[in-house]
């Protein structure tokens, strides 16, 4: 079986215009199980996650651990047994780590457990400068020195313990939120993290560490509780539904004019982009642990403002920006968290969008369709989105660097083949001919 995120193609190709019916199941939540990778070496335990995405993101990651000495052994696909009991060392140098972001929750797990940790610089989309000042800023209030030298941030307990800290995020951030919660479990006292990020991953390693001995309270909240524990246990824990993921589909579902039913997710977790969806004409249904999205009128415009949690995420911003660039009437983006995150929108044009992009917002006056083209993915969420443009386009959309999207969809082609979609990975040129000739069923 295709191992997760394994090169079998480069491109995607699509023939457009089909509406998505049926359901789908959505996975783990790629930005807490990478989170909860890190922090399960925090114990010299077994721990069990279940719910894992199989992506590329994870993947290189759980081999990142393994390269320092951590034993992974993959119960099925989304089920791994992890023991960070005969960590060698605490550098953590491997290529493929620095080719993603979340590499900086090993600053935190091993800082927490072994008081010492050096790990490149993170990678990740090039969609803003990304820095980790307010994870230093956490780290330095419990007592550790922080260094960056040649791409490598090295940060080690001035004395035998960390100790605990009343910390003030200037930044609502996710991952330092979530870096310092680590480090804190295993410090001696309390610490407060004030303007913390509300994000239900931060909530979601919150309970992982509280399920192997921690004591955090308030997750979910601006402001974090954490009493110090000696050490933290084994545990078994099923890591929480990917709102991305879901939130992705639903706007599949919107912008292709389709009834689809998405399973397996928190629906509280997907409120403003239900919102949003309502508001642009679409109906949306909630059950228990599902959402039906149907939609069969054109979208109407409206204006987003991304915005930490419970705002609308800045990770469904270009999934919005498709689905607007269709509807009647001008809307605008304003992408409030990160700099760069509109690099889609190059992509948009050529196909047919009417877009301009003025610093942190984007004008769109929708157009009645696109035409398919040849266009590449620039970053994880905006290849996505241009999926989702390929899927509403009048015939063949192929779209290169499709590495990025594997990154955190897993089998994101074969579920939108199973809503209907006509989709496929394809090598090289022959193989998007083979599929520009296939016969359209
Ligand atoms: C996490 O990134 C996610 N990645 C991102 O998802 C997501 O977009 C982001 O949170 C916001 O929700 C992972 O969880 C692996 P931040 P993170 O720290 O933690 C600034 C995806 O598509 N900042 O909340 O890096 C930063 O520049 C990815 O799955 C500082 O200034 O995001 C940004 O403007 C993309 N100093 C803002 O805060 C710092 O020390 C939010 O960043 C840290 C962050």
Redesign the pocket.
Known sequence: MKKAGEKNGDHYVIRGGIPLVGEVDIGGA??AA??IVAASIMTDETVTIENMPDVR?TNVMLEAMQGIGVTIKRLDRHTVKINGSMVKNVIVDTINIRK???SYYLLGALLGKYKNAEVPL?G??D???????????GFRALGAEVTIEGGIVNVKASSQHLHGAHIYMD??????T?NVMMAASLAEGKTIIENA?K?P?VVDVANFLNSMGANIKGAGTDVIRISGVEKLHACTYSVIPDQ?EAGTFMFAAAVTKGDVLIKNVIPKHLESITAKLIEIGCEVQEFDDAVRVVASKRLKSTQIKTL??PGY???MQPQAGVALALSGGVSTITES???NRFRYVDELVRMGAQIRVEGNTAIIEGVEGFKGAHISAPD??AGAALVIAGLAAEGITVIDNIYFIQR?YEDFDAKLRHLGAQIDEAEDERDIKKFKFKVVS
């Open positions: 790629k930005n990478l989170a993101d993603i972001r979340a993170p990740g989309c969609i803003g400068s990304r820095p980790i000042d307010q994870h230093a800023k930044v609502v951030s996710v991952g330092a979530i990020a994000e991953h991305i930490p949690y995420p800045t990770d968290i990160f700099e994880l969420r955190g």
